[in-house]
């Protein structure tokens, strides 16, 4: 029996057939469990997100590491161990209610501007991060740092730091939307599942 060798990237129909079938289900899911479905994309945006922040290095950029400016802020006098941990539990518990808010009250608001196609959804948490990253260089760096002397728009950081920022939230954003990624109602209905 000769074996029918498939050229290079291309999957068999079956496979494709199956990964198209899974991902329906997971966007059913979603659709069904939203609660459910927002968490688990919030948690995975916000561990994605802080991973790559430091290691913004490798990129030539400044590491951005999120749960130790959060433990600074909280524990300033705190040991490096106590600021870490109170760091990431905040920082963690910050971009969890952050993608849960965005599930709960702002992609339903988008509908007038995207339908829940995969691309839409994408762009809407894109959209999101974007705004998240305006929020921080804007205010949230600056207001909270004044050592830092940040200046308007975090701009005396230099572009690299502002980059970082936008950086870090559109990977959050992308993540988020990859994975809280729902059925339009048409869809859901067409599916059957």
Request: overall charge positive.
């Amino acid at each position: 029996m000769a074996s029918v060798v498939q050229p290079l990237g291309q999957a068999r129909p079956s496979v494709r057939a199956s990964e198209a079938e899974g991902l329906r289900w997971y966007r059913a899911f979603v659709t069904r469990h939203r609660f459910l479905g927002a968490l688990i994309a919030a948690t995975v945006a916000t561990h994605i997100a802080t991973v790559t922040g430091v290691w913004y290095h490798g990129l030539g950029l400044t590491d951005l590491n999120w749960p130790a400016f959060n433990g600074a802020l909280l524990l300033p006098t705190g040991s490096a161990t106590a600021q870490f941990w109170a760091g990431t539990a905040y920082h963690y518990a910050t971009g969890i209610g952050l993608g849960l808010l965005y599930a709960i009250a702002i992609h339903p608001l988008m509908r007038w501007a995207f339908k829940s196609t995969s691309l839409a959804n994408l762009s809407k948490a894109l959209v999101y991060g974007i705004v998240l990253a305006t929020i921080s260089a804007l205010w949230w760096v600056p207001a909270l740092f004044p050592s830092l002397n940040a200046g308007f728009f975090s701009s005396n950081l230099g572009w690299k730091i502002v980059f970082g920022i936008y950086l870090w939230h559109l990977i959050y954003g992308f993540n988020l939307g990859l994975l809280y990624n729902p059925l339009s109602a048409e869809e859901l209905a067409e599916s059957g599942t």
